[in-house]
């Protein structure tokens, strides 16, 4: 099961969830899986906030693989200058 | 507004052109003459990037009246390079890696070509205090000034 | 997947392939193009900081013979709100829409309430003065104190903070408020032997790219446009005039010109979209370039910060918890770069418990842009100098204390996940053998050091490779070079094909001859880009392959790819000769023709990078003056591709920070008109201000890149701000919080510590 992790700005989308294990293989199976918890948190997963999975920082993640093991942090998105 | 007929020798070729009496050298040289080496950062004679020589002073272009270049001699960064080759200051710009956008660059070989040929061996000091007019946010000078030193010693005909 | 190997050409100083243009004055940037026709455009600027706009009448400026176009708000089309999907503090299509032309509002001094287009320049001025506009004046709100009181002139009425735990109930000068926090803050300080606490103040301060901005615009009685300008990116340049605009993104081509400088402040747009409507109403081209007084006042500087940062430690220097308050000015329109500031205050250390708050606020002041590691500089310098007084008080050297906190691989980042490897256990390392680390100092002199951190980003590059028919290479890519990437794409491209660094050449290519790009920003180009030039040049080798295997008649993974020749791999019984990239480009046309690679790709793993810098100074009692004795940067860049463009990044970053620490700031009288628009006195460091910058470049492979690569442009802004102010508190003794530490500023603090 993969670690995911919500920041603080998050947590009002996850009834003050901060951590929870989801069995995914994509990123877009484990927003599918959230959805399904969170109603309505898929709008802001996808296409609103950066993550990291396993520290690598994706900027507009959607088929990326997730991993039995996999930590996936939600990020504010940077760009930078 | 009438306009001016101004003669002037730029980069060793005469030209002569009109212009009105309130336009400067640099506005004359970029959109008149479309010699756009010559850049406009500022227009306050603060930047240096629209550096030229006046005879062989080293001056803001965007400072000088256009019509004060009747009879004048104007060498412009389109005029550092002498056909094939580029000047030894060019050279070592390159080969430094004194350059990272270019914007300021060729205000700068101008001030430098100034500061060499009256200078052949300037101080780092020398050279810092010389470009001070000079304003380049890239690259914090480090590079710049190697790069004036080592064409100065190539231009004093020493091995690098 | 970072391959250890020897490289050929990667790691050499060879010359940009842009370089003779550029020190013959033969490049062209920004307001170097002109076409036939073509018109003067200029804005009309409000010269007040805060006011409704009541009327606006151009009668008397349209009947000027010579003006053919004049706009006012009333010819752009109303967007609505729609998020930029871009990084941080990137904003609201809606507010971008009147950022570039204002319509009932001005919400900062300089702010465009009219343009128009005239047969010169001087005719397009003489029109702006007879526009007359009618204001009412609101009391501008000029500071983070004034917006955030209880009381504060609003700026946008319908304005409610995003992101608190309760829904506000009336509006405020607030835009977002976030938060992010670990563990048990109480207990973390209840934990500590030592608890140090400061409040630390930065100025509103300016990229200061020396090329103003600048663009052409025709648009065609079809609907279809060109736009001609200096941009980090013109397909943000195409995306953004088409939402303001409301036009189709195909019928908008951008070319990019040379840039002269951006460090985040090209990332938007100011005048595209004006040149776009004066050109469709006046039927020609029109170019607009601004003054540099209307760069100051109405591009986009970096906000000006108040951060309280608070620490707790252990006797031995063990970080226990702490705490960031960090508020931020966005200007007129909501979108600072609070949240990248907020997530990377403590990104360098190991911390149980901490708590950090950010505020986004606005003030009537030009709308924030990026400026290189957007939001870094301003929390970190908080925290850093904060740092040094506690390595001060604990008598703990002060790499020593951040060593024993320091973030290394798998380390939880504050801002989540886990660090893979990064090099800033190595930075430290490498500063404490420094010998700048152990020079003697002088009287009235001191040293300081300061830790620097930015994320780097990846997202989307693409890139091309054609092989010419003699085997020469032409790189298609769409990241405009800003500081020498087109040597870098140049040198990977090489290093892949196995061919001589000069035979490749870089096409920087307009929207519609290369794929899409994110901007050039984010320290990515060299990472991301570069990586879809690696790919594409992986793809080339695939087609030769496969080509060779073809005229020699065996299968085709019995090919290798070697010191840019195909050749049977060793043992395979073939009698052929090695065929080069020359000799299978010379047969394309018999094996399949023209040979093309190509790569798309979204980069993930961009690799975080640190930094250490250190300063030496000395401060003039009698007039208090600061002079920069030494300055030497260290920083993890993973991979130098090109290595003195590298240090250049350093050097040049670093000169940046320095000029913010000491010198730069947007002053401003109590109307909101900012005092100081011109480079005579906004002091940006000059030649004869600095001495030489000592740069040590770290190597710590970024394990997401095939050569290690992590972005190196923004890092070196970060750490000087602190450095430079350590310093002058090691020199003076007195630790004074507030930037730039100018001379006004320390001679009355060496005063009042005298009295």
């Keep these: 099961m993969a670690k995911v992790f919500f920041p603080d700005h998050l947590m009002q989308l996850t009834a003050g969830v901060r951590e929870l294990e989801v069995r995914a293989e994509s990123f877009r199976d484990l927003v599918a899986k959230l959805e399904q918890l969170y109603p309505g948190i898929s709008k802001v997963l996808i296409g609103k906030v950066a993550v990291a999975i396993d520290g690598d920082i994706i900027h507009d993640p959607f088929l990326d693989p997730v991993g039995p093991d996999s930590e996936v942090y939600f990020l504010h998105r940077i760009e930078g200058g | 507004m009438s306009k001016t007929r101004v003669e002037t020798k730029i980069n060793g070729e005469q030209m002569e052109f009109l212009c009105e009496p309130q336009q400067s050298m640099l506005d004359v040289l970029r959109d008149t003459l479309r010699l756009t080496g010559t850049k406009e950062g500022c227009a306050t004679g603060d930047c240096g990037a629209c550096s030229v020589l006046l005879d062989s002073r080293l001056i803001c272009s965007c400072l000088m009246l256009a019509v004060e270049s009747n009879g004048r001699q104007i060498t412009t960064i389109e005029g550092i390079s002498r056909g094939e080759t580029l000047h030894p200051i060019q050279q070592k710009f390159l080969q430094h890696a004194a350059l990272q956008c270019g914007i300021c660059t060729p205000g700068f070989v101008v001030a430098a070509k100034a500061l060499l040929d009256e200078n052949p061996n300037p101080t780092e000091e020398e050279i810092r205090y010389h470009l001070a007019g000079n304003l380049c946010r890239c690259t914090g000078y480090d590079k710049i000034i190697r790069a004036v030193q080592d064409a100065a010693q190539t231009m004093r005909g020493e091995a690098s | ?755």
């Excluded at chain 3, 455009?41 to 151009?58: F, Y």
């Excluded at chain 3, 941009?231 to 195909?250: C, E, I, P, W, Y």
């Excluded at chain 3, 080339?540 to 790819?561: D, F, H, M, N, S």
């Design chain 3, 1 to 755: 997947m970072s391959e250890a190997r020897d490289y050929k050409v990667i790691g050499t100083r060879v010359i940009r392939p842009d370089g003779v243009d550029k020190v013959t004055g033969r490049a062209n940037f920004g307001a170097d193009f002109s076409l036939p026709g073509m018109l003067y455009g200029k804005v009309l600027r409000s010269p007040h900081a805060h006011a409704r706009i009541k009327k606006i009448d151009t009668a008397a400026a349209s009947k000027i013979e010579g003006v053919y176009a004049i706009a006012t708000g009333a010819d752009f089309p109303k967007v609505g709100h729609e998020e930029i999907t871009g990084g941080e503090g990137a904003g609201d299509f809606a507010d971008l829409a009147t950022n570039v032309m204002a319509r009932d509002k001005v919400v900062y001094h300089g702010h465009a309430v009219a343009a128009v287009a005239a047969i010169s320049s001087a005719i397009a001025d003489a029109a702006l003065a007879a526009i007359k506009v009618e204001y009412e004046v609101l009391t501008p709100v000029m500071d983070l104190d004034a917006a955030m009181a209880d009381n504060a002139t609003l700026i946008d009425e319908r304005l409610f903070t995003a992101g608190l735990p309760q829904k506000p109930t009336k509006p405020s000068n607030v835009a977002a408020y976030m938060e992010f926090k670990r563990g048990d803050i109480a207990q973390g300080f209840a934990e500590a032997d030592v608890v140090v606490e400061g409040t630390y103040r930065t100025p509103t301060v300016h990229q200061g790219y020396i090329e103003p901005h600048a663009c052409v615009a025709s648009i065609n009685q079809g609907g279809q446009a060109t736009i001609w300008c200096c941009t980090q990116g013109h397909f943000d340049v195409r995306s953004m005039t088409s939402k303001v605009l409301g036009l189709n993104v195909a019928d908008i081509r951008v070319i990019p010109s040379e840039i002269g400088g951006g460090f985040g402040g090209k990332t938007t747009v100011y005048l595209e979209p004006v040149a776009m409507v004066l050109s469709k109403k006046s039927g020609r081209p029109v170019k607009m370039t601004m003054t540099r007084d209307e760069v100051f006042r109405a591009s986009g500087p970096a906000s000006a910060t108040k951060c309280t940062i608070k620490i707790g430690a252990k006797k031995d220097g063990t970080f226990t918890a702490m705490s960031a308050w960090l508020a931020y000015e966005a200007g007129g329109y909501k979108g600072s770069s609070m949240a990248p500031g907020a997530m990377c205050v403590f990104a360098p250390y190991v911390v149980p418990h901490f708590l950090i708050q950010g505020y986004d606020v606005l003030v009537n002041k030009p709308k924030v842009a990026a400026y290189r590691a957007p939001g870094a500089p301003q929390s970190m310098y908080a925290c850093e100098s904060l740092i040094d007084d506690l390595a001060r008080q604990l008598k703990i050297d002060p790499i020593e204390l951040r060593l024993k906190n320091a973030v290394s691989a798998g380390s939880q980042a504050a801002y989540g996940p886990k660090f893979n490897a990064i090099g800033f256990k190595e930075c430290l390392e490498a500063a404490k053998k420094h010998p700048n680390y152990s020079a003697k100092l002088g009287p009235n002199e001191g040293r300081g050091l300061a830790a620097g951190f930015w994320f780097n980003a990846g997202m989307q590059s693409s890139a091309e490779v054609h092989i010419n028919e003699n085997g020469t290479v032409t790189v298609v890519e769409g990241s405009p070079d800003i500081g020498g990437s087109r040597a870098s794409m140049a040198l990977m491209a090489a290093e892949e094909l196995g061919v001589p660094y000069e035979q490749v050449r870089v096409l920087v290519a307009d929207t519609e001859s290369a794929g899409y790009n994110n901007v050039t920003g984010g320290s990515r180009v060299t990472f991301a880009t570069g990586m879809a030039v690696i790919q594409a040049s992986r793809d080339i080798i695939a087609q030769c392959k496969q080509r060779a295997a073809a005229t020699w008649g065996i299968e085709e993974e019995l090919v290798e790819w070697q010191d840019g020749q195909a050749i049977p791999k060793p043992g395979v019984n073939a009698d052929v000769k090695p065929l080069s990239l020359a000799q299978i480009a010379a047969n394309s046309g018999r094996t399949g023709g023209p040979l093309l690679g190509r790569a798309s790709l979204n980069a993930r793993g961009p690799g975080p990078g640190f930094s250490i810098n250190m300063a030496d100074v000395r401060v003039d009692p009698e007039t208090g003056k600061v002079d920069v004795l030494r300055f030497t940067a260290i920083q993890d860049a993973g991979k130098a591709i090109h290595p003195a463009y590298v240090e250049g990044q350093m050097q040049g970053g670093a000169v940046q920070g320095i000029g913010w620490a000491l010198n730069e700031e947007y002053i401003y009288d109590a109307k909101g008109v900012m005092q100081n628009a011109g480079f005579l006195d906004y002091r940006m460091p000059v030649a004869s201000d600095l001495p030489m910058i000592d740069t040590w470049i770290i190597e710590v492979a970024n394990p997401s890149h095939p050569y290690g690569v992590r972005g190196v442009g923004e890092v070196p802004i970060v750490a000087p701000l602190a450095a430079v102010a350590n310093a002058v508190r090691a020199a003076t003794g007195i630790r004074i919080p507030d930037l730039p530490l100018s001379p006004p500023r320390i001679l009355a603090a060496l005063e009042a510590a005298k009295a």
